[in-house]
């Protein structure tokens, strides 16, 4: 069973789909946390941990091993429901082995983001136990924009990852509702989604009979909107 996470910041909006069943989990990073408007991310993101039990992923920051380390420890503090989310690599291509094994050994549940190869997975994997929880966020959908396949990376890693079963695989950046189909084809362990893409899973089943019909009617509506004529 693939499990939705909803990818987003907005308080008003977790408040929302906090209510679905649909959705078992969320997933932030800085860039959503800036688009939301959030000025103070601390205070922000406890907000955020007061709306829901479901399992949150807060991003650290730092650039640096130390730092990335001291960060983790304090976004772990905020909510037993909290997942610190560390990137792969820092800025300047460095893995982050040494921050993932150290809040690993602090029994800190961790998001592994911006993976993109089963070869990283691979790495995450000689960093930590068979314990802890641990997701590895794998970013589809940016791959798919610069013209790779990333299904081959998926199945690769979802193979390895079978004899953890403290490790889950999740589908990032997803693009279209479509994506939800392929990870579950692939029993991939989370797809994390925006609110508008979920809104569009949870009205699957409509025939192609019923969509070439809806697709003819909005042409017709738009055509009178506009008072063409010929």
Request: net charge positive; hydrophobic share 40%; with cysteine.
């Given at each position: ?33 800036r ?7 601390t205070?922000?993101?406890k ?25 983790g ?9 909290v ?13 982050m ?134």
């Amino acid at each position: 069973m693939t499990k939705i996470f909803c990818d987003i910041a907005d308080i008003n909006l977790i408040k929302r789909f906090n209510k679905k069943k649909i959705v078992k989990g969320f997933t932030t990073n800085p860039s959503l946390m800036r688009k939301a408007g959030a000025k103070n991310y601390t205070k922000y993101s406890k907000e955020i941990l007061k709306i829901t039990n479901k399992p949150v992923s807060c991003e650290v920051f730092a650039d640096d091993i130390k730092n990335m380390i001291l960060q983790g420890r304090i976004i772990s503090k905020w909510g037993k429901n909290v997942f610190v989310k560390v990137p792969v690599t820092n800025s300047k291509g460095k893995f982050m082995g040494p921050v993932i094994r150290k809040l690993n050994k602090e029994k800190i549940k961790l998001n592994i983001t911006a993976v993109y190869t089963a070869k990283q997975t691979k790495q995450i994997l000689k960093k930590i136990d068979k314990k802890t929880k641990v997701i590895i966020s794998i970013f589809a959908g940016r791959m798919a924009d610069a013209g790779k396949d990333p299904i081959p990376e998926f199945k690769k890693s979802i193979q390895i990852v079978k004899k953890y079963k403290n490790v889950e695989i999740l589908w990032a950046s997803t693009r279209e509702p479509y994506n939800f189909i392929q990870a579950k084809q692939l029993k991939c362990h989370i797809i994390t989604v925006p609110p508008k893409i979920i809104e569009k899973i949870e009205n699957f089943g409509k025939s192609f009979e019923k969509l070439t019909v809806d697709t003819v009617n909005g042409f017709l509506k738009d055509t009178k909107k506009s008072k063409f004529k010929l």
